[in-house]
């Protein structure tokens, strides 16, 4: 069946009609007896109750039947066969999709804590269930679920059935104590009623999913209130239930170029600094994702372009190849359309979008805005106006390659160290990395 969703890509959510896939729940009566709920696609019914019958060895030839009547408007199966079904019969929930047994429907139950989060958190909470599940897995065929408060991912389950899943995180959290009110949970598999129910009874607020949901699913999280997203992958996704939930990023700053500088030789650390890995990718990915987030355009300036092809974003040389930071300032002005830039160093992981939507605000007529912090001028993460390049081209050609004397000579605004702290007052932003030690002391 037709539901509208709503697809998240390139920080937008655009509404659109997309297929969902029909679980239907029918109720099993055989013999006059009311003996379970089989949760299935809705086709070929019949099918489905006849082998459900055979393989639990209450028939095994057709003949055994002697009525087999299936009624999809009311959802009923009503079946008599030869012989009586034992007296006691002992269910076992199997740990495959589609054929457990049930004997209460799942129900909607309203979510207390509705928290909201953002694209990124939910990106992140799955690439996280992703590394986890690649580092303890042995072999195919498992599914995996975590749960996460935004920030971290606090439990993390994997089973060879989706639903096991979720009770083992159900029960973990149980016994250390975890409230799980208002959590993100993300799972590999899809997203049927019973999994929804789950969550809604464990108060999630967020379930998402690299698959799809069923059309029952999507109807129980709309009353339950649960945000639910399906088809999640790389950097998009579509929003079943309760968009207006997710906290979507900011508008790119308007007028500006986001400039990432890769050119440097890591003479201190002994390698490339931007492809040292951090949180499952490269360094420079986790810092353009960022940057994507707060600029239209975003340019690596590096000499070696073919290093950062994963980057999804132009790439431009030196201009004044060897002369350090302030070429790749130059580059980056020489490259932008825009009238403004914004310079971030590649080994810098800490980047606050906070801080920097706050300095874009202070724009003035001035050729460059740099932040101070206690250790004085932070031109590498700064803002330079196009007025800087005839400057900036002059003093590169004659080998004056120290950024913080042109500073100096330009008109700069410097946003001083107190003000800083205001906005961030560990002033993480300004963090790079420059040695091993510095590497290492991430964790």
Not at 118 to 141: C, E, I, K, N, S
Not at 255 to 265: D, E, H, K, M, S
Request: aromatic letters at 6%; charged letters at 20%.
């Amino acid at each position: 069946m037709m539901h509208t969703v709503h697809t998240f890509a390139k920080g937008v959510l655009q509404a659109d009609a997309s297929e969902v896939v029909a679980e239907f729940p029918l109720a099993l009566t055989v013999n006059g007896r009311e003996l379970a709920t089989l949760v299935a696609s809705p086709h070929q019914l019949n099918y489905l109750v006849a082998g459900f019958l055979r393989l639990q060895g209450f028939v095994s030839r057709l003949e055994d039947f002697e009525v087999l009547s299936v009624c999809s408007d009311y959802g009923a199966a009503n079946v008599r066969i030869k012989g009586e079904l034992p007296e006691r019969l002992k269910p076992v929930l199997t740990s495959g999709c589609g054929t457990g047994v049930t004997f209460t429907a799942p129900r909607p139950l309203l979510v207390s804590a509705a928290n909201s989060y953002t694209p990124a958190q939910v990106f992140a909470l799955m690439d996280d269930l992703g590394r986890q599940a690649d580092r303890y897995r042995t072999h195919g065929g498992i599914h995996s679920a975590a749960v996460g408060d935004g920030t971290r991912m606090l439990l993390y389950a994997e089973d060879l059935g989706r639903h096991n899943t979720l009770d083992r995180i159900a029960g973990e959290a149980l016994l250390k104590g975890i409230d799980l009110q208002g959590l993100m949970l993300v799972t590999s598999g899809r997203i049927s009623t019973e999994m929804a129910a789950k969550a809604a009874q464990l108060g999630i607020c967020l379930l998402a999913s690299r698959t799809s949901p069923t059309d029952m699913a999507v109807k129980l999280c709309e009353e339950s209130g649960i945000t639910l997203i399906g088809y999640l992958r790389a950097n998009r996704f579509q929003v079943y239930a309760h968009h207006e939930r997710l906290l979507l990023p900011a508008l790119p700053i308007a007028g500006v170029t986001g400039v990432i500088l890769a050119g440097g030789r890591s003479s201190r650390m002994g390698r490339n600094k931007a492809l040292l890995p951090y949180k499952g990718k490269p360094l420079i990915e986790a810092i353009y994702q960022v940057m994507a987030e707060l600029f239209k355009d975003v340019v690596v300036v590096t000499n070696d372009p073919a290093e950062y092809d994963f980057l999804p974003c132009p790439k431009t040389a030196d201009i004044h190849v060897g002369k350090g930071s302030m070429a790749g300032v130059h580059a980056g002005l020489s490259w932008s359309a825009n009238d403004w830039i914004f310079v971030v160093g590649c080994d810098m992981p800490f980047i606050e979008a906070r801080l920097v939507r706050y300095l874009a605000g202070r724009l003035g007529s001035e050729a460059a805005l740099v932040p101070q912090s206690a250790g004085g001028l932070e031109p590498l993460h700064a803002f330079y106006s196009r007025a800087a390049l005839p400057l900036l081209d002059a003093a590169l050609s004659a080998d004056n390659v120290r950024l913080l004397d042109i500073l100096e000579q330009l008109p700069a605004r410097v946003i001083a160290a107190a003000e800083i702290a205001e906005i961030s007052p560990d002033c993480r932003s300004f963090v790079n990395l420059n040695t091993p030690e510095d590497y290492s002391s991430l964790g």
